[in-house]
């Protein structure tokens, strides 16, 4: 009997050991066949993941930051316990015992899945096995692929710490709006640092993983705290919470960002601008978008934020003031339908769905507003963002359109939507009402750079970013017109010519494969032999052309072209008047040049770049200090930096020319548009038809400059001059920049030797003379000028036409502009088009 048993029993045994064995090498040969060609699990230990980049001002301030997943690498040093043990507690409690997966996690879930037929299929991944996931694998729910993970993560098990596994999971987490790794989530849900987060605030982070997109703190509110109090109950459960504070946390309330309880952190950082939307255009260039958009790369910026806001508010006042002048109503193109004017709440909330600028601060800041009735002497307004007051009405009354010719009825629209800003009193700024704006048309630019380093500043690139993005400092290609004139006389001075060197100022006809060209003076009056500092000084356009003719304009295009106003200048004569177009950004490192004697200046928007690991990858500042860790340096001298530039021009050159130009400033073409406490050179420019105008000027320290005009070029109107609108906006800057950084006597080079000449006759005069047509020119040492040479370019004087006479004024007409001023000026060239160049 006992033997039939044991026989009975070992058959039983057999099979078992058989179906064990035979299920062993089944899950063997599974878990061989999907573990080749698996990705390879050690590239994780370089793994760098992306990050955001960011620009900084100057002072260390963040002023933008760029990226595709916001996320902010911490090293697992860095992440406070509390957050570790909070994630720990909801997604994976046996984190620091397992080898990479949970035997019973998986085999509770299979049970589940049997149980419900599939219907409900829950997850059991370790949170190595979701670092293998997210990084290495797919996200599908097929078995496959669970295999796969499950041979990974043990992998992984055996080639990093945990700690490092739990970096590579606690960075790389998605955790809903945009946030990626648990740095960048608690700046986005409560704008706090991690080691600042309490109990409750981390389960909250810890709720995420699971499906960001239900557990959002506004829609899914409710079951965001269930979810949040259930990570607090593990994290007390596992110890790492005593009872007290599990009772204290899970009574919190749930606050965030989104529910209005925090301030977001983006509404520290300063709206996006020109200036920084341009770095990232150049830095994606020379980086590539990839690196710059995920490389974590920390930007040092150039910009000086108080002169960026004085820039800005300067041309846009300009701007505005020239836009009112034209009597249009435009607003901004947009209208809310009937229903969104139904109730307070409807129209705020379809308003701030509106896209329209905000970023527009001058006289204060705009609000965009809609209209929601029309009378006959007052409009009312619902203003976003802003509570209607018995003190602080929304109402515009009738004077406040006295600007444009119809009424409201004529004029406006209910629902229309505008923008207003308050009116308040000059004497103490109390409140007067509210006034309606608009975005004007014309547009234009601003760059200021200093003159050493060319590092810029200041940089507007038209009236608001959010109106528009394209950039006209640096995008916009415009004629320069006059304001190229520079760099004739520049080229001129280089070959011989003097700045009482006498040109024929006469008419001058010349064929053309588009007809007889008969270019004009703007005052269209002829002045005869006239000295170059004259000619320079009224913007003689005649006088240039003939120049050119004399140097040569392959000669003056070389010339364009070493200082970078062009890459290929086109050898025309009509190119001498700034027919040709560039950027602003160019002229103004140009004349950078001429205000540093003449060397060579690359402006810069970045000072430093740094890679995530604090690493130095672009410095702009290339110069030597020779003796900078000399502990020896006397208290009173600091250390000696040794300059690298490139030499572009002869430093007497450079003198001779800025000398000139101040005299445009002090008695030319410019005066009475610009009057600061230091001295100031620089030249206007105004293309045919006013369809361009610039003012491009420099002290010893700042060059800036500044174009105006429609995007889609068209005339402004007789009364649109470079030194009636963009002399303001220079003016405005530089009263402020001035004081920051100071100015001085342009520095006169070794080799001047100074003789009195008459800036009418070129004659020279003895050095004791004085009056208002005496000047004291540089020559160049060892050099014998010649007086009473006269040069015409080829092009014969003619008699049969009169000459500007002594006492005459060389302006003939009186108007006003666009500020209000009065202003003499000559008639408009009647001649052709743009192609014509520059006038004044």
Known sequence: MLRPITTFLGTIFSLVTLVVVVIALSIGAVFHIYGKDLPSHESLANYTPPTISRIYSGEGRIIDEFSR?????????????????????????????????????IAAAVVEAVRSRGRNVRGASTITQQVMKNFLLSGDRRIERKIKEIILATRIEETLSKEDILELYMNEIFLGQNSYGVTAAAQTYFNKPLRELAPHEAAFLASMPKAPSDYHPVRESERLLTRRNFVLKEMYENGYIDKASYETEVAQPLRSVQNGDFEPFSAQLPPRDYFTDEIRRQLSQDFGEGEFFSGGLAVRATIDRELQDIAAEALREQLEIYDRGTGRWR????????????????????LADTRVARDIKLDGTWYPAVILEIGDQQMRLGIEGVEETDAEPHVVPREDIAWLPGNFQETFERGEIVHVRRMTADSDG??????????????GGFVAMDVNTGRVLAMQGGFSYQHSVFNRA?????????????????????????????????PIEINTPQGLWRPKNSSNKFYGPTPLRTGIEQSRNLMTIRLAEEVGMETVASYAEKFGVYDNMKPFLANALGSEET????MVAAYSMFANGGERVQPTLVDRVQDRYGRTVYRHDTRDCTDCNDPGIPRSRGPRIV??????????????????????????????AINLPVPIAGKTGTTNDARDVWFVGFSSTIAAGCYIGYDQPRGMGRSAYGSSMCGPVFQAFMEKAIQKYGGTEFKVPEGCDFINIDRYSGSRLPDGASGANVVSECFREGEDPLFGIMFDGGYAMGGDFDLFQAGETEQVREVTTSTGNKAQVGQKSSFGNMSSGGLY
């Open 69 to 105: 997943e916001r996320r902010l690498f911490t090293p697992a040093e860095d992440i406070p316990d509390l957050v570790k043990q909070a994630f720990i507690s909801a997604e994976d409690k046996n984190f620091y015992s397992h080898a990479g997966y949970d035997a019973r996690g």
């Open 331 to 350: 607003g901004t193109g947009k209208t809310l339908p009937e229903e969104a004017l139904a109730s307070e709440e409807t129209w705020r909330a379809a």
């Open 430 to 443: 109390s409140f007067i009402r509210w006034t309606l704006r608009q975005v004007p048309q014309v547009q």
């Open 474 to 506: 640096t995008q916009a290609k415009r004629q320069p017109g006059s304001s190229f004139k520079p760099f004739v006389y520049a080229s001129a001075l280089d070959s011989g010519y003097t700045p009482a060197t006498i040109v024929v100022d006469a």
């Open 583 to 586: 950027t602003l950004y160019k």
């Open 643 to 672: 300059s690298d530039r490139e030499r572009v021009m002869d430093p007497v050159t450079a003198y001779q020319l800025t000398s000139m130009m101040k005299g445009v400033v002090d008695r030319g073409t410019a005066r009475g």
